[in-house]
């Protein structure tokens, strides 16, 4: 005999549980009974052969297969969402675009001012870079931006371009009007570098020193335009690249500073499913790279031709 199906509800019931913590709770955000609610989950984890949570008097916590369950029960949920919103969408098309936080607020601008004007209805979602991967893969996203490498499989990539990293500072920084600057003059400055990878780890140990301030340590952040705004408004020197801090380069809100950061670069690209390449949305953003290269200052000559790598 086979087993019961999962219904879309028990994932719902699940998917409520899991973010509330709570039986009690889920059972009130979705008007349904306490025990309607707790029989759902019995059922499921019945189902399934595992254990979801942990109960206990102050409520429930997901266990390790509970953690790994949700993460397929939300993809279901949204992609389930998703349907329902393309076929709801009666005159224009819909585009999920996806990036990671550290980089959706200086491409999803550029990306919506391609698209502006058209029958395109986008709705931009913020994902680490492996999530971005997985909605492009499971279908819950058509399109994205990464700073990474071409990825593997059936996912395509166009090369942006890479952008380099700069220091930035406050024009009113004391080391602003310099004109050659070693790492180790800036050891009594307070200094932000914005943690892309590995790399930037080794980059964050480069302005160590061993004449720094105990209260001047150097600090790592996953957010660049956050280091840009501090580096603007309470005298960090931020270490970005430069496609975060552009906008302020050129209305002479930041100055750049001369450190030799020619080693370090971060490469920029647009990626797409393969099921999603005839998409309107997605061929109109691939048309209009280089208003979207233009956008985030990438000189010509450190990108790639339109080309398609995948």
């Given at each position: 005999m086979a087993p019961p199906p999962i219904e879309t509800v028990d994932l719902q019931v699940f998917a409520a549980a899991a973010r509330l913590g709570s039986f009690a709770a889920a059972a009130a955000d979705l008007q349904l009974s306490g025990p309607s609610v707790s029989t759902r989950l019995a059922a499921l984890e019945r189902r399934l052969g595992i254990s979801l949570f942990e109960r206990g008097a102050r409520g429930s916590v997901l266990t390790s297969a509970g953690e790994q369950f949700a993460d397929y029960a939300r993809r279901c949920l949204r992609l389930l969402d998703e349907a329902v919103a393309d076929l709801g969408t009666e005159h224009s098309q819909r585009l999920v675009l996806a990036a990671p936080a550290s980089l959706g607020s200086s491409v999803f601008p550029p990306a919506l001012s391609v698209l502006a004007e058209r029958p395109i209805a986008v709705h931009c979602q913020v994902a680490h870079s492996d999530e971005v991967l997985r909605h492009l893969r499971d279908g819950t996203a058509h399109a994205g931006f990464l700073l990474a490498n071409p990825?593997?499989?059936?996912?395509?990539?166009?090369?942006?371009?890479?952008?380099?990293?700069?220091?930035?500072?406050?024009?009113?920084?004391?080391?602003?009007g310099r004109t050659r600057l070693r790492f180790d003059d800036l050891t009594d400055s307070s200094v932000l570098v914005y943690r892309w990878g590995p790399a930037a780890e080794s980059l964050a140990t480069v302005f160590e020193h061993p004449r720094r301030p105990a209260d001047r340590p150097v600090h790592t952040i996953g957010l660049p335009m956050t280091a840009v705004h501090l580096a603007a408004t309470n005298g960090y020197v931020a270490v970005v690249p430069r496609f975060a801090a552009a906008a302020l380069l050129h209305n002479g809100q930041l100055r750049a500073l001369p450190l030799p950061l020619r080693d370090w670069t971060v490469d920029i690209r647009f990626v797409h499913s393969a099921h999603a390449s005839q998409r309107p949305g997605v061929t109109a953003l691939l048309e209009g790279m280089p208003l979207i290269r233009q956008a985030l200052a990438m000189h010509p000559a450190a990108t790639s031709a339109r080309a398609q790598d995948r």
């Open positions: 990825p593997d499989g059936d996912v395509r990539s166009v090369r942006i371009g890479k952008s380099g990293i700069v220091a930035v500072c406050h024009p009113g920084h004391r080391l602003a």
